[in-house]
């Protein structure tokens, strides 16, 4: 991925994203939104197969993660990380002398949150709606042994605890490099306050996704955080979405499945464009 880092300020906080023009016509604007546990380095698999595909993508760090600013003033709600996302898009669209555009939003765990309420908050500007492994579901509380911060010293802090929590997550061994990505941005000042924020943060309402919008939800059959209580929401918030369930991935597809993840997304484009 070639595309070189941009970033735009809101009320002095920068958050970060990259933009590839397709290699052929442009037929689709996409945007690529990641979740606290990845950076736009993770979606490097999936560039090419969209990029042939017609689609424009603009990969953007959710605020206070990735190369996102990481300070006071980050925005602690879905609702206000929406806003932010949309004027990101609104950029691109009067950069590329296409205002108003539609857009597909393809959102990553707990980042699928604020893909939520971008629909909300703009239905009319979304073209369809994707998202793998959905993080909707407060974080139950009973998760975090010994309290909240003890876990994320113990899982996050820790480079050994790390390692061993993220392989839980995916099913399967992770190279150094990619476990570096996600990791680093999670130690600078302030990161676990906001990281643990958003893993609390609540269940969003079930008229989030009122609306005639095409919708998939793609998780793993070994994702550990897809529990019977996940899905149970995803079916609450997602009902008329098509779901599909890769039965040996986990938590991070774009890294261990993404053949299988670009065969769904090639099929999902073609069907739409039909």
């Not at 609104?90 to 296409?98: L, Q, V």
């Not at 579901?137 to 790390?162: S, T």
């Amino acid at each position: 991925m070639s595309a070189e880092s941009q970033y735009l300020a809101f009320h002095g906080v920068r958050v970060h994203f990259r933009m590839l023009e397709p290699e052929v016509a442009l037929k689709h604007r996409v945007l690529l939104l990641c979740s606290p546990m990845i950076s736009t380095f993770h979606w490097r698999k999936l560039v090419p197969e969209l990029s042939q595909l017609g689609c424009l993508l603009v990969l953007v760090d959710l605020p206070g993660f990735g190369l996102s600013d990481c300070s006071f003033g980050v925005p602690r709600d879905s609702r206000m990380r929406a806003s932010i996302i949309w004027g990101i898009l609104d950029e691109i669209d009067r950069r590329t002398g296409a205002p108003m555009s539609m857009w597909h939003l393809i959102s990553h765990g707990t980042g699928c949150r604020t893909a939520l309420s971008m629909f909300q908050q703009c239905p009319d500007s979304v073209c369809s709606q994707v998202y793998i492994s959905p993080e909707l579901a407060q974080m139950d509380a009973q998760r975090f042994a010994n309290g909240p911060g003890r876990w994320f010293d113990r899982n996050i802090l820790d480079a050994a605890g790390f390692k061993r929590m993220a392989e839980t997550l995916s099913g399967y061994p992770m190279d150094d490099y990619v476990l570096e990505k996600m990791r680093m941005p999670l130690l600078r000042p302030g990161a676990k306050d906001i990281f643990l924020h958003v893993l609390r943060e609540e269940t969003p309402q079930s008229d989030s996704v009122c609306g005639f919008c095409p919708v998939m939800a793609i998780w793993g059959g070994r994702d550990k955080l897809m529990d019977p209580r996940e899905i149970r929401t995803v079916e609450r918030l997602l009902p008329e979405a098509e779901k599909h369930v890769l039965k040996s991935a986990g938590h991070f597809p774009m890294e261990t499945h993404s053949r299988a993840l670009r065969d769904y997304l090639r099929g999902w484009f073609r069907y739409l464009e039909t």
